[in-house]
């Protein structure tokens, strides 16, 4: 006869481990990089050079200060072209940038006597908890961003970060100017030589009609023969656009220029640059 087994008590129920936690993402994985600098970081020098625009660029931005003491933020700042000599007359600057490639440049450049801050950040989300009497954003920063939402919010940052009676001055491609290049045809290629005998700069640009955008890819010569090859989309903005964001900030449109040179007639259509300035009441 088969005996009867006895069931085997039940073992305690153990309660489910918990999930481990996400990783929070690194600084890298939430700044939207466009990957400017992963393009042009060991040739942007080429491209820029220190010269007398770099003067001219830093003697209207200081004229322009309002409270050098009060500090300064540059959106864009890259590799410290203008920030590094402007730090030298006017004090600290804090240089805000979503290229890791390119800070890494504006470190390695880093003197004593220049007291600039590179920070890691999406200049359509910075926030700081000072606020500075200047802001800017040169070079067509601006119009890396290629949604008039997207520069209305780094517009937005901009005016938060500044005292009251600070200036923001903003500088970018001028729209009407670009679209006479083009005489009216959607493609265009021009060379621009520079001062290096052997050496410039042939683009092929591309407008894009839907959202206003400008498709450019260069070539940069060396006079070794050698090239490089970089492509960069921005979104063109006319002064109007830029005053609208202003205003929607709580800033009021004061000056526009054509260039930087303080002997620069004003600004028109024709004018190489659209460069605007806002104060805040």
Not at 34 to 40: E, K, L, S, V, W
Not at 68 to 88: D, H, K, M, Q, W
Not at 169 to 190: D, S
């Amino acid at each position: 006869m088969n005996t009867p087994t006895k069931s085997a008590p039940s073992a305690p129920s153990v309660p489910p481990t918990p999930p481990t936690p996400p990783t929070p993402p690194t600084t890298s994985e939430i700044i939207d990089d466009i990957g400017y600098g992963r393009q042009f970081d060991d040739w942007y020098h080429r491209l820029f050079p220190d010269d007398a625009s770099v003067t001219a660029e830093v003697e209207r931005l200081v004229s322009l200060h309002p409270d050098p003491a009060s500090g300064t933020v540059e959106f864009g700042v890259g590799n410290g072209r203008i920030a590094l000599p402007l730090s030298r007359r006017v004090g600290r600057i804090t240089g805000v940038d979503s290229s890791p490639e390119m800070l890494g440049l504006l470190r390695r450049n880093l003197t004593d006597d220049t007291p600039v801050e590179p920070v890691h950040a999406d200049i359509r989300t910075y926030t700081a908890d000072r606020t500075v009497g200047l802001v800017y954003a040169i070079c067509a920063t601006l119009s890396m961003l290629l949604t008039p939402e997207e520069q209305r919010q780094a517009v937005q940052r901009a005016a938060d970060l500044l005292t009251p009676g600070g200036r923001l001055v903003v500088e970018t491609h001028n729209k009407p100017a670009v679209l006479a290049l083009h005489e009216g045809r959607a493609r265009a290629t021009y060379f621009t030589p520079y001062p290096e005998p052997g050496t410039g700069l042939q683009s092929h640009s591309l407008l894009l009609p839907e959202g206003s955008l400008w498709h450019l890819s260069h070539v940069w010569y060396e006079s070794d023969g050698t090239t490089r090859v970089g492509t960069e989309v921005s979104r063109l903005t006319t002064p109007e656009e830029l005053d609208t964001y202003a205003r929607t900030a709580g800033l009021h449109p004061e000056h526009r220029f054509g260039d930087w040179p303080t002997d620069t007639p004003p600004y028109a259509p024709t004018s190489p640059l659209a460069i605007c300035t806002y104060v805040k009441p």
